[in-house]
């Protein structure tokens, strides 16, 4: 069972999740991020060649537009023609900008619930991969195809198996949605934010695999408040989870020893119990993870301790990537095996330890070097990177 805190952490938002006292997901939010929000943009220019456009949502912000993933646009008059400059259109920030990158804009609109994700843009109706019930599938797929009515597709998560009138229910809810955002933008101006893109606590709680939430924990009322609401709306089973903590003696931040673990999801070096650690450093192009045996002093025989160790690095290195939401290409760097079979059998541990993460993670291979690849899809930026921007933001304060 998962309990989620949210607590403030340098004048921003923290979001910890827990099983038992074990520290699972670190997360602060992003004030300067506009990831997920929805604008009324204008066609600046159109490269045909490159099959993209350039898009103002604000008037000195200018976004990057694929035409091949963008194929039709949502005018903001609601009629459809041909894209040319000067067109307003309705848009979804689908990256935030990153360095000499402008943000990349999307026509795909996405609506994120707890059971499904709505795309404005695409049609098909797809599943998650975990659900692997073709029976169940089948059943509901004719009367989400009705619910929708081909304005729109779905994407069924993980959490809807066996749960179909909630999906069914949130389905509505989401097409509603898209509704307003279209009624809005029919008689609203160049670049209105239409919809701001909701907290990422929110989006987290959404994450969290249906049966698996204990508590939420907050000390901040604006935060207990917006998670009420949502429950009311999206989760009303959960709402007796939601507590206002209001200790004056002690804080959330000691409570669940905060510190020690923002610290220690910040360490270089990881320790293992049997002796051995990690040592995690990041780069422009990867995260490279270095397993080494350390203080190992067990009495087992050379290949059977570089087994046991490797073993443990595993289950700590997918410990790891969703603590400190590692994303992109991952390299690491095992200790040598000689057995093929030690060699398969790590490679299937790993593999069954990733399966918890909900970001997808999966296991590429092992290289001739024995260097095993990995590739986690990025969702939000790391957590280095997150407090290293709340550390500007602080000063800048």
């Given at each position: ?94 990256k935030d900008a990153m360095k000499t990158k402008d943000p990349v804009l999307s026509g795909n609109l996405n609506f994120t619930g707890k059971y499904a994700v709505l795309t404005a843009g695409k049609t098909l109706i797809g599943f998650s991969s975990k659900i692997t019930d073709r029976s169940w599938k089948e059943e509901i797929r004719p009367q989400l195809e009705e619910i929708l009515g081909g304005e ?132 422009e192009a990867m995260t490279v993870i270095d397993v080494n045996t350390g203080k190992y002093s067990g009495n087992k025989k050379q290949a059977e301790a570089i087994r046991v160790v490797n073993l443990e690095a595993a289950k700590e290195i997918a410990h790891q990537l969703r603590l400190r939401n590692l994303s992109g290409i991952i390299l690491v760097d095992f200790i040598d095996m000689k057995d093929p ?57």
């Amino acid at each position: 069972m998962n309990k989620m805190v949210i607590t403030r952490w340098e004048r921003r938002l923290l979001t910890a999740w827990f099983s038992e006292k074990e520290p699972l997901e670190l997360g602060i939010e992003e004030e300067t991020s506009i990831l997920g929000n929805i604008y009324i943009g204008k066609v600046s220019n159109i490269i045909k060649n490159l099959n993209c456009a350039f898009v103002n949502f604000a008037p000195d912000r200018i976004g990057y537009y694929s035409l091949h993933d963008s194929p039709v646009s949502l005018f903001a008059d609601g009629r459809e023609r041909s894209l040319k400059c000067g067109d307003e259109i309705i848009v979804q920030v689908a990256k935030d900008a990153m360095k000499t990158k402008d943000p990349v804009l999307s026509g795909n609109l996405n609506f994120t619930g707890k059971y499904a994700v709505l795309t404005a843009g695409k049609t098909l109706i797809g599943f998650s991969s975990k659900i692997t019930d073709r029976s169940w599938k089948e059943e509901i797929r004719p009367q989400l195809e009705e619910i929708l009515g081909g304005e729109a597709g779905l994407i069924v998560r993980t959490n809807a198996y066996g749960h179909s009138a909630e999906l069914f229910r949130e389905t509505r809810l989401l097409l509603e949605q898209l509704h307003q955002i279209k009624k809005d933008a029919s008689y609203r101006t160049c670049y209105s934010l239409l919809r701001e893109a909701e907290p990422e606590y929110l989006k987290s709680l959404r994450g969290c695999p249906q049966g698996m939430l204990e508590e939420i924990v907050t000390d901040q009322r604006d935060v207990y408040e917006t998670i009420r609401q949502y429950l009311e709306l999206y989760d009303p089973e959960s709402i007796s989870k939601l507590r206002f903590y209001e200790d004056p003696m002690i804080s959330l931040t000691a409570l669940y020893s905060l510190r020690t673990v923002m610290d220690q999801a910040c360490q270089k070096r990881v320790w293992l119990k049997s002796g051995g650690y990690l040592i995690i450093e990041y780069t422009e192009a990867m995260t490279v993870i270095d397993v080494n045996t350390g203080k190992y002093s067990g009495n087992k025989k050379q290949a059977e301790a570089i087994r046991v160790v490797n073993l443990e690095a595993a289950k700590e290195i997918a410990h790891q990537l969703r603590l400190r939401n590692l994303s992109g290409i991952i390299l690491v760097d095992f200790i040598d095996m000689k057995d093929p079979d030690d060699k398969a059998a790590l490679m299937d541990a790993l593999r069954g330890f990733v399966k918890s993460d909900p970001v997808k993670t999966t296991v590429v291979d092992m290289t001739q070097l024995n260097l095993v690849e990995l590739t986690r899809k990025k969702e939000k930026k790391p957590l280095w990177e997150q407090l290293h921007h709340a550390a500007d933001h602080t000063q800048e304060n």
